[in-house]
């Protein structure tokens, strides 16, 4: 990282990437004519306003289960419609209720006649009548009209139980208190309770103009008959004790139902000064104004890039590229010179060193800010967790850390829906210096523009500016071997990786003693064939120098060399496919092509892209495939990045080996990550099948795969709980003469027997999705994606529409 925020891609082999010219005064984004700058454009979308980067800024991105699309996602609300049948449990016991109540109290039933009989003033218990007392408003009676009380303020705790037990009053009031914010919670519950007092206290509330409920006199007038005797009812103080235990008995389950005490705990609580804010909790400011910066002390630097954002200089990338260096800059405890960069270049700070602030095309939808491209969208299916319902489906670093594999034939939008809109999403993430891509098209298709890269070797094209260097730059006899050997046999069972790899470290060390160098292909080819005139040369210099440890592994290359079992023979032999005269200018064969290093993605941000040779050359194409791969896997080892670093492979047919199935298990916790698209999964030795599915984390069906290819995703996403109904149908036999009799006129009237229904529920396991799912129901233009990212959090196998 240099003063001016501008990074070197240099490597010893890799030209520098050019480096942008100074910023301006007033940073500007370049002049994009296919459309204004916006965030983040789909495709023929009409040019934005200059304030679309501070709205998308500000946007909400709620936190997600893998695979969601978080940019402008909202999770689908349920809104849970009351049942016929639950309302109807609520209306039909309190319309009964009503007319009951209504013929108790119009006398229908005798039974005021009975009480008042019951109370004559011959009855022994007559002396304990009192005279009519008045408490606050109430009047107590004799027995007799007391008794009548009690009788109607039974019968309505009878009638209001009956119906609320009857009824569906919990489900109801769950269902709209639920769908309620707190504070309207509480004030509802409020409403009620006054509501409810007003029935119970009607002398309290002026102007109402109703009765009390029956319940209130009677339970009164027996407080008044039993606490008279002590004389408690002239006691101001106990009536206004009694009234208050009354209100707080009514008030109560109010209360429980506003959740009051919970709310006024969180109103009231005592906030602690200089506490740590929750990242769930969102800023005062919008992130268009720099919050961050802000609560760092960095006021000017975010007051300036506020200005820059809502003048429009400022795009998608620009913001991405500065919180990542300022999220670097925070870690490291740089804080001063992220300010001095900023106040001097604006929003073209730390721009990358191509000096592209944006792709020229777009073709997929993207959000920077969460590294997240669109494919498609879930479909709302049975199986589908709520929250995948209708959700986009888009990938970012945090599931491709764990690799990808991808199988569907020809024809069914690999390439289009998948790896084209990933690797763009990649190579806009390289320029905000958050990632590295390696791109492998397949013969005869380029992914992407040629804008959209840094660094583009066209194998066998003549007019290719960069070569690839075949042992990414390593200075290890023993590594550059490793590398080569996986590229030329690593396919092939008849050739132990080991034994390749001993054989060429056996020439490679050796060749570095003497040259400083590795041998170019036609020199290798020609130390493998046991040329004369190459090893004496060779073993001359050796002798020369005095290095004898080299000239004891050169004799043992050389006593091999002819036996029956020389690995030397077969390494010889795939040379030669890499030397036809198509590619004789390539792989360090000396030609215009400037050499690169592979080795450089491990350090800088770079964007990459190798085309494969065309026509007639398949199997070259395959050993450059894999030796892009073994070296792959050699680089992201080495230290600690700070940038993902990802390699996409258009076509790995015949690029899996056992070696790299190995290495792609602990891509994760390099920070790296491949894509492996196959059109089928026969194009792997079968002994790697399982281990391949078992390496990566994320795989994806498409339309279209066979069921050979379907029995093997079924098999590694395995089976799951499922409930399952049986209704099954028993004829019934009666034991009544009368019975019978009816059952057989039924059977002549409606040719059927009687039956009844067995309705058995139980818990079966089942595959998630079946071979013959995947091959026959999947519809066109869908796949089948199961992640799972870096932290352990996983989507199960789910249907997602591509064209969403």
Same mark, same amino acid.
């Given at each position: ?89 609520? &209306?039909?016991?309190?319309? $009964? #209720? *009503? =007319?009951?109540?209504? @013929?108790?109290?119009?006398?229908? %039933? /005798? ?75 509480? &004030?509802?519950?409020?409403? $009620? #309770? *006054? =509501?409810?007092?007003? @029935?119970?206290?009607?002398?309290? %509330? /002026? ?556 818990q079966v396991e089942r595959e998630r999705w079946s071979a013959s799912e995947l091959a026959h129901a999947m519809p066109a233009g869908h796949a089948v994606l199961s992640l799972t990212d870096v932290r352990g959090e996983h989507a199960p196998p789910l249907l997602v529409d591509l064209r969403g």
């Open positions: 990282m240099d003063s001016d925020g501008t990074q070197n891609a240099r490597g010893t082999h890799a030209d520098p990437v050019p480096r942008p010219a100074g910023p301006p005064d007033i940073p500007t984004a370049p002049p994009r004519p296919s459309r204004a700058p916006g965030v983040p454009p789909a495709p023929e979308q009409a040019p934005r306003t200059v304030s679309t980067v501070a709205a998308w800024l500000d946007e909400a991105r709620p936190t997600a289960r893998p695979g969601i699309w978080r940019y402008g996602h909202r999770p689908k609300e349920i809104r849970e419609r009351l049942a016929p049948v639950t309302v109807a449990g609520m &209306l039909i016991p309190l319309a $009964l #209720a *009503l =007319v009951v109540w209504s @013929l108790w109290s119009s006398g229908y %039933f /005798p039974y005021k006649s009975s009480i008042l009989r019951m109370f004559t003033p011959d009855e022994w218990w007559y002396p304990l009548s009192l005279e009519p007392k008045p408490v606050e408003g109430w009047a107590v009676g004799i027995p007799a009209q007391h008794a009548l009380l009690v009788a109607d303020g039974v019968f309505f705790v009878v009638l209001v139980l009956a119906v609320g037990v009857l009824g569906s009053w919990r489900a109801i009031v769950r269902h709209y208190m639920n769908r309620m914010l707190r504070s309207v919670q509480v &004030l509802v519950a409020a409403g $009620l #309770a *006054l =509501v409810t007092l007003a @029935l119970v206290f009607p002398d309290a %509330f /002026p102007g109402v103009g109703w009765s009390a409920v029956p319940v209130v006199d009677p339970l009164l007038s027996l407080i008044v008959l039993i606490t008279d005797s002590y004389g408690l009812m002239t006691s101001l103080l106990f009536t206004n004790t009694l009234y208050a235990v009354v209100t707080l008995l009514v008030v109560w389950p109010f209360a429980r139902l506003g959740s009051w005490l919970p709310y006024a705990r969180e109103r009231f609580a005592p906030r602690r000064e200089g506490a740590t804010p929750s990242t769930s909790v969102v800023p005062d400011r919008p992130r268009s104004q720099w919050p961050a910066l802000r609560d760092a002390g960095q006021h000017e630097a975010a007051q300036l890039l506020t200005a820059e954002v809502t003048g429009g200089r400022m795009n998608d990338v620009d913001c991405t590229r500065v919180e990542h260096a300022f999220a670097v800059a925070r870690r490291t405890t740089a804080l001063d010179g992220f300010r001095e960069t900023v106040l001097r270049q604006g929003g073209a700070a730390w721009t990358h060193p191509s000096g592209a602030r944006d792709l020229p095309r777009r073709t997929a939808r993207h959000d920077l800010l969460v590294g997240q491209v669109r494919i498609g969208r879930w479909v709302a299916a049975e199986r589908a967790p709520q929250p995948y319902h209708d959700a986009g489906a888009a990938l970012g670093p945090d599931v491709l850390g764990t690799s990808l594999l991808a199988i569907g034939p020809s024809g069914s939008g690999k390439t289009r829906t998948l790896v084209e809109p990933v690797t763009e999403a990649l190579a806009l993430q390289a320029l905000t210096g958050r990632c590295a891509v390696v791109a492998v098209s397949a013969a005869g298709s380029s992914l992407g523009a040629d804008d959209a890269f840094d660094v583009i070797v066209r194998m066998g094209d003549p007019s290719s500016v960069h070569d690839l260097d075949p042992y990414a730059e390593s200075d290890d006899p023993d590594e550059a071997a490793a590398i080569l050997a996986e590229a030329l046999v690593g396919d092939l069972d008849t050739v132990g990786a080991q034994g390749a790899t001993t054989a060429l470290a056996q020439l490679f060390g050796p060749f570095w003693a003497v040259h400083g160098r590795f041998p170019t292909l036609p020199e290798l080819r020609e130390l493998l064939e046991g040329e004369e005139r190459a090893l004496t040369s060779l073993r001359e210099a050796l002798a020369a120098s005095g290095n004898d440890i080299m000239r004891r592994e050169l004799d043992a290359r050389v006593r091999q060399t002819g036996t029956p079992g020389d690995v030397g023979r077969n390494l010889a032999d795939r040379l030669a496919l890499l030397n036809r005269p198509v590619l004789a200018d390539f792989l360090g064969g000396g030609g215009p092509g400037r050499l690169f290093s592979l080795r450089a993605v491990a350090h800088h941000p770079l964007r990459v892209r190798i085309d494969l040779p065309e026509r007639g050359h398949e199997e070259a194409s395959r050993m450059i495939t894999r030796l892009v791969l073994a070296q792959f896997h050699a680089i992201v080892r080495e230290g600690r990045r700070t940038h993902f670093a990802c390699l996409v492979l258009d076509d790995a047919t015949g690029t899996v080996t056992a070696e790299s199935v190995r290495r792609t298990q602990r891509l994760r916790s390099q920070n790296a990550g491949v894509l492996l698209a196959l059109r089928t999964i026969g194009d792997v030795p079968e002994a790697l099948h399982g281990p391949l599915y078992g390496a990566v984390g994320c795989r994806m069906a498409f339309c279209g795969v066979t069921t050979w290819d379907g029995s093997r995703f079924a098999q590694t996403w395995g089976t799951e709980w499922v409930e399952t109904t049986e209704v099954a149908k028993h004829t019934v036999f009666a034991d009544q003469p009368m019975t019978r009799a009816i059952h057989a006129l039924r059977k002549l009237l409606t040719g059927k027997a009687v039956t009844t229904d067995a309705v058995t529920v139980r």
